[in-house]
């Protein structure tokens, strides 16, 4: 019976000849090497983020193998970081602390089961070994330009991430560690944020010497914290409020390119490990010519207000004189946030001999065009229309 199995086995397992001039015909790829074909072999390299199990053709309902625990997926960069994982078959655990709300918007993003929010308190240690249990890759987005009563800058930008590099040193499967830093951090920057990320940088490449750190300029996008602000105050106040001259240069970037090259460094051969990025767009811009930008896409008559640094600082100074004095949390600084108030002076932009986009083969998109469109919404009377809208409308164009 067992020889007649063998026969039998052997006999299906040859191809027939209708089934071979089909292939030859249509380039069929061979069962039995299919995961050596181009179109489901995985683009992510094993050298990178070692032995994966992979299945697939690489889109959303195919296993890449990657189980990504993405600190700061809730924000503004998770939700594109969270999007590209999730469509190449990624499993995301995200991590969060507030609402369970605040991570609804993500779980759209991935297969079922793809997207796995798990609370956590980011000041227990065992909370946080808990959502990494089952990683592979961390990828650390925490970050915040402003202080609160709970949370002090050096802690958020900086204890934190060294937490999490420690951990995952400890954890021994973590096989990519990235994080995502902010261009212009140095220990000498004018900023208590910029010189905690720094400290971060130090520490995590400390801890990890493989880790790969991302230092993306300010950031634009639907939800960025720059453009949308400067909209909403001209569309209450009819002005816009300079700190300085407006002169200080910026390379601002789009938000989607920036999780491009978290991707594209996850998709190497670990070229990318121990190296700094610094991720700026293709343009160089000052703040003012920025808010030109701005205010041609909502379509407002350009008015601008210039304070100098010691009155901006000035109007800044009440929030933090009475941050840990009041009993009840203040409001969230938009325009005079007095952190970046020092560093509005500075310029920031990136260094002439550092990794960029290009070394990841990434070219990030112009900013004047769809990065900015969604600036829209700010138009007077609909998306079609604006206070300059007879200067941007031909006569002939009216019927």
């Known amino acids: 019976m067992q020889a007649i199995t063998r026969r039998l086995g052997h006999q299906y397992s040859k191809p027939s000849p209708a089934i071979s001039s089909l292939k030859s015909l249509y380039s069929l790829p061979d069962q039995q090497n299919v995961a050596d074909h181009p179109r489901y072999s995985s683009t992510l390299a094993t050298k990178g983020v070692g032995h994966l199990v992979r299945k697939g053709t690489g889109g959303r309902s195919s296993v890449s193998g990657i189980v ?4 700061g997926a809730t924000g503004f960069l998770g939700r594109y970081l969270v999007q590209q994982l999730a469509k190449m078959g990624s499993q995301v655990l995200v991590p969060f602390r507030g609402s369970e709300d605040s991570h609804r918007h993500l779980k759209l993003m991935g297969d079922l089961g793809q997207i796995v929010p798990m609370k956590y308190n980011p000041r227990d240690e065992n909370s946080i070994k808990a959502v990494m249990a089952k990683a592979n890759v961390v990828i650390n987005l925490i970050g915040r330009e402003y202080e609160t009563r709970n ?23 973590i096989m990519r560690f990235i994080q995502v830093s902010c261009l212009g951090a140095s220990p000498s920057a004018p900023s208590r944020m910029l010189r905690a990320k720094a400290a971060a940088e130090e520490a995590i490449l400390r801890e990890i010497p493989e880790a790969t750190i991302m ?27 300079l700190t300085g001259d407006g002169s200080t240069k910026i390379q601002p970037v789009y ?57 901006a600082k000035a109007i800044s100074m009440p929030r933090e004189i009475l941050l840990n ?75």
């Open 255 to 311: 938000v989607v390119d920036a999780a491009s090259a978290i991707i594209a460094a996850l998709k190497d051969d670990g070229t990318s490990m121990g190296k700094v990025y610094e991720l700026g767009g293709p343009d160089l811009y000052t703040v003012h010519e920025l808010a030109e930008l701005m205010f041609e896409m909502i379509r407002e008559w350009p008015r601008y207000v210039k304070v100098p640094l010691p009155i």
């Open 68 to 71: 990504a625990t993405v600190f």
């Open 215 to 241: 230092k993306p300029a300010v950031m634009i996008g639907t939800e960025d914290r720059i453009l949308n602000p400067w909209a909403h105050f001209v569309k209450k106040y009819s002005f816009l409020p």
């Open 325 to 399: 004095k009041v009993p009840f949390p203040l409001p969230t600084p938009t325009i005079f946030n007095h952190d970046l108030i020092g560093a509005a002076a500075t310029d920031t932009v990136v260094s002439e001999n550092a990794l960029t986009f290009n070394d990841l083969g990434i070219s990030p998109h112009k900013l004047k065009g769809y990065p900015v469109e969604f600036l829209i919404q700010y138009r007077k009377g609909g998306p079609n229309y604006g206070s300059t809208v007879s200067e941007r409308v031909s006569p002939d164009s009216y019927p």
């Open 151 to 173: 949370y002090s800058f050096e802690e958020v930008n900086h204890y934190m991430a060294e937490q999490l590099a420690m951990i995952s040193k400890e954890h021994g499967g």
